[in-house]
Structures are given as C-alpha cells and as structure tokens.
C-alpha cells in the first residue's frame, strides 16, 4: 500500500510540474504580451503626436491660405474695380470731343467761283455748307461730332493762276475767300504754304498720321483726287483695317486712277460746293498756271466722262447765284464709314446687369417726408421691420423694436425701403419671395453707389460702380 501511495504521490509531483509549466508558460505569455502592447502603444501616441502635429501645422497653412485668397480676392475685386473704372473713364474719354477732320489740298480741289468771288461772305458760306454736308454724311453720329477742316494751298500762286484763268478778276478775292472760311468756324483753318514742291502735300499726310492716331477721330476726309502723289502715302495707311474704315476721299476732280486703286471710300460734293475741273484745263496748253503744288499734267476737259466744257463753265461763273442764297444740299451715294468701335453705338443702350439668379429687386418709391420721419426713430423707439413686413415677428414681446405703433401707407414703404438697405444672407441664392432684405445694392444710380456706408459687397453693385470715400467693400462700420 506504502508502494501505491509513493506512486500516486509523484503522479501528483508530476501533474503539478506539468501543470506549473504551462502557468509559466502563461505567465510568459502575458508579460511577453503586455510588453508587445505598451510597444504598439507608445507607437501609436508616437505617430499620433505626430499626426496632430501635422494636423495643426495644416491647419495653420489652412487658415494663412484662407487669408492670403482673402486678400488676393479683395485685390482682384480692387484690381477689377479699378479697371472697371478707367476702362469707364476711357470709353467716357473717348466718347467726349469727336469730330471727322477735312484735310483739303487747296491746289488741287478747288472751290466754286460762285463762292470765291463772294469773298469773306463767300467763304463763310463755303465753310458752313461743308460742314452741313459732312454732318449729313455721319446719319445719327452727326449731334456728337464736331467738324475740323483745314485748307492747305499756296496762295499766291493759286491767285494768280485763277486771276489768269479768268475765275477771278483781282487775287485779292481769293485771300478774302479764305480769311471767310477760317472766320465761320473756330475749328476751320486756312494754312497759306507759300512756294515749293509737295509743301502742301507733306502738311496733308502729316496731319492725316496725327488724327487717325487720335482716339477722339472718327473720321478723316482727304481733299487730294486730284493727285495721284498721294497714292503711295494711301496704300501704307490703308493696311491697317481700323484705318481702312476712317479715311474718305473727297471728289472735286474726278480721283485719279492710282487713288481709286487703292480702294478708299470717296464722295463727292462737286455738284454744290468744289470744282470738278482743274485750272490748267481751262488755259491754252501753251500758259500752265505758275507756282501750283502737287498739280498732275494738264488733261484736256473732253478726255474726263461727267467734267463740263470751258463754255459751260464760263457760263455758269457769269451768272453766280444772289450772295445770301444758301445752295441745296447735296445727294450722297457713299456715307462716311463710322470708326469701328463701341462708340458707334454709343446710343444704344447697354444691357441690363443682371446679379445673379434671383435677379434685380423691384425698385421701392419712397416717400421723403415719411422716409425722414423714420429716420428720425432711435434705439427702442425704431420700428420693428419683422413685425410690419412680415408679420409675426418671431421674438414676439422679447423684440427690442417698437410693435405699437401704427404706422401710415408711406411711412410701410419706408421701412420697406430702409429694410432693403441690409444685404440677405442668402444674398442672390434667396428663394424666398417676399424677402424684406436686399438682395443687390438699391443705392446705385448712374454708376455711383450713393450710400456712403453701404453694406453690400462690391460684387453685389454693377461693374464700374464708383463709390463713396467712406466704403469699406461691405465689411462692418462699427470699428
């Protein structure tokens, strides 16, 4: 029995070490998990530290970015407002002082007799029937422009080659002519060249260059048909397109072939106003005119389809018509061509601004007297626009704005009006329809935001507004 208890005793001994075994195996099996555990942890709160530190660093670069698009917004919203207004100051700057300017070379398209042998009344009468006749040409365009015309000639020789002809009987009548032509209007101009070769024509073309370089010109008409020097100085212009459409010839002797080449507009006034022959025509090939600039070879009259005989024309010279008797205006086939720009239409009115999708408010007509009136109301005493506009005020009793009074017809208008004065939050996105709030600035007229505290932002005016020195582009004024 003493053997079966020795034996059953180390079966327990054995058991127990079996069983202490696999506790130390356990035991090791937590301590070793436990150390895994705090590893993973101090890793995490490693990488978490980590993670929150680039999350705050984000947030930083987050908020600076949200600042500086704030401020490039505000400098493009400034940038765009202010090419908005000089882009409104240019075109007003464009649209002031347009004129067409006539540059007539004087020795080659001549007036009519009938004019020139009148003297100064004549040329007064010359220069206010051009004018006439250009503005006819300009339509609806004619109330905005102003006509600035110059005659470039050489005088002496011109007088003394008409007094030859027989156009006139004293030289003294064609200074008189023109001293009336610069005397009718400020802006017409006789300029006397004296002798030499292409004077008038260097004087011609230079002024040309000046006004098709100038914004204000609408047109440029060019008294040279008769000779074809010009025609060179025409192709170079003529290129350009903008060009192309502001220059006209105007017909006294019919254009000559180089100029008609190059394709300008021309019109004609030989019917009225310019003769359609040259000097050297009417003498014997055998007396040419002395001192005449910028004059082709002599042309025998018959050899020119529509140009009238040496009789005809003596004839018509010899009876000149009474000194105050105006001569009816001409009939024009080819209309000056209108510079192409904006300013064309400038009549035409431009289109609606148009906010966004909820559209324009409807204006509010506002009573002076009782707008003032409202005005007048302050702190507790101002009434309640919730409560009279759109009733009920939500705050009921705990409103701080007066709900007793009763208010007339206009003084409602009027704090509709003034209502109107604070921007929606929804701003153009509001689909509310009877929303008491503005939904675009109400105080802009003509361009000019009146308000001189408004709170509508500078998108919320139409382009170009200008606004009051006080305008903080719709922040708080409270500060």
């Not at 010359?126 to 006439?132: D, H, P, S, T």
């Not at 080449?261 to 055998?286: E, I, Y």
């Not at 529509?306 to 000149?320: E, F, L, N, Q, R």
Request: charged share 25%.
């Amino acid at each position: 029995m003493a053997a079966q208890l020795g034996g059953d005793m180390m079966s327990f001994v054995q058991r127990y070490q079996i069983l202490k075994q696999q506790q130390d195996s356990s035991d090791e099996l937590i301590k070793d998990l436990l150390l895994y555990l705090k590893n993973v942890d101090e890793n995490l709160r490693s990488e978490n530290r980590s993670l929150q530190k680039d999350l705050h660093e984000a947030r930083l670069d987050l908020d600076d970015a949200r600042k500086s698009r704030r401020e490039f917004q505000a400098k493009l919203q400034e940038a765009e407002d202010l090419r908005d207004y000089y882009k409104q100051g240019a075109e007003i700057y464009r649209n002031r002082n347009q004129y067409v300017v006539v540059l007539i070379d004087g020795d080659g398209l001549l007036f009519k007799e009938s004019f020139i042998t009148q003297g100064v009344e004549g040329g007064k009468r010359a220069a206010n029937f051009l004018r006439g006749a250009i503005l006819q040409q300009c339509g609806e365009l004619a109330d905005e422009l102003e006509v600035h015309a110059k005659v470039c000639a050489n005088l002496s020789g011109l007088a003394k080659a008409m007094k030859r002809e027989g156009s006139i009987q004293v030289e003294t009548d064609l200074r008189d002519f023109f001293v009336g032509f610069s005397q009718a209007k400020a802006s017409f101009d006789f300029v006397d060249v004296g002798h030499g070769k292409e004077r008038a024509d260097s004087k011609i073309r230079e002024a040309a260059r000046w006004h098709l370089r100038n914004v204000n010109c609408r047109q440029v008409v060019l008294g040279v048909s008769h000779d074809s020097g010009y025609a060179p100085f025409l192709d170079e212009v003529l290129r350009d397109e903008q060009s192309k459409n502001m220059i006209t010839i105007l017909e006294g002797f019919p254009t000559v072939r180089d100029i008609v080449a190059t394709g300008v507009n021309r019109v004609n006034f030989t019917n009225d106003l310019f003769r359609s022959d040259k000097l050297v025509d009417r003498l014997p090939s055998n007396a040419p005119p002395p001192g005449l600039a910028g004059a082709t070879s002599p042309t025998p009259i018959n050899s020119v389809p529509g140009v009238p005989s040496y009789a005809g024309v003596t004839a018509v010279s010899a009876s000149p018509p009474p000194p105050h008797a105006a001569p009816p205006p001409p009939t024009l086939n080819i209309p000056l061509a209108p510079k192409p720009s904006a300013n064309a239409s400038r009549g035409a009115k431009p289109p609606p601004w148009n906010p966004g999708p909820r559209g324009l408010d409807k204006p509010i007509q506002v009573n002076q007297a009782a707008l003032d009136g409202i005005k007048k109301r302050k702190d507790q005493s101002k009434l309640c626009n919730n409560h009279y506009l759109r009733p009920p005020c939500q705050k009921g009793s705990a409103c701080c704005f007066e709900h007793e009074y009763e208010p007339t017809k206009d003084e409602r208008t009027a704090i509709a009006f003034l209502a109107r004065l604070n921007p929606c939050t929804n701003g153009q996105d509001c689909d509310i329809g009877n929303c008491i709030y503005g939904h675009h600035c109400p105080s802009t007229i003509n361009g000019q935001c009146q308000h001189p505290y408004c709170k509508f932002r500078p998108d919320e005016h139409p382009p170009g507004t200008k606004y009051k020195s006080t305008y903080r582009n719709g922040d708080s004024y409270d500060s």
